[in-house]
């Protein structure tokens, strides 16, 4: 039985891992059991190669008083990028991810720092992970 149904579109860059994320997926107070994802149709177009100089100077995840991820952005470039979608995943011991959430930073300056969070509602996560990936993505 199909809950609901959602569609889109994404651009994806060669060699890119990308989080496709959906949230706040309206469920009518059923409990999932599975999810489906499926490609319909493929559209290659050619773009300017887009080169992220952008690591992750450090990550830290706090439990108390609310599950946090806090990171540190380092634009390692000499000029400004823009529109950049952060993601974050949280996997437990056994490697399947458990909580994920995302945000946009409008523009990092070059060779800035910049911090950045994500956070869950209290007691949404109860156990400290045992992994967290922070991808970026250029929103172009």
């Known amino acids: 039985i199909v809950i609901t149904f959602r569609r889109g579109t994404v651009r994806l860059m060669p060699r890119e891992t990308l989080l496709i994320f959906e949230p706040n997926v309206e469920t009518s107070n059923r409990?999932?059991?599975?999810?489906?994802f499926?490609?319909?149709s493929l559209r290659w177009e050619r773009l300017p190669e887009v080169n992220l100089e952008i690591s992750i100077a450090q990550k830290q995840f706090t439990l108390l008083p609310k599950p946090t991820v806090h990171a540190t952005l380092h634009n390692t470039s000499l000029f400004e990028v823009k529109n950049i979608e952060a993601s974050v995943l949280l996997y437990n011991?056994?490697?399947n991810v458990v909580a994920v959430s995302s945000t946009f930073v409008d523009d990092i300056a070059g060779e800035e720092k910049?911090?950045?969070s994500f956070s869950?509602?209290?007691?949404?996560?109860?156990?400290e992970p045992a992994r967290v990936d922070i991808l970026l993505h250029p929103s172009l």
């Not at 409990?31 to 489906?36: D, E, G, L, Y």
């Not at 869950?120 to 156990?127: F, R, T, V």
């Open 114 to 116: 910049r911090d950045i």
């Open 120 to 127: 869950w509602p209290i007691g949404s996560i109860n156990i």
């Open 93 to 95: 011991a056994e490697g």
């Open 38 to 40: 499926e490609i319909q």
């Open 31 to 36: 409990i999932p059991a599975r999810v489906s």
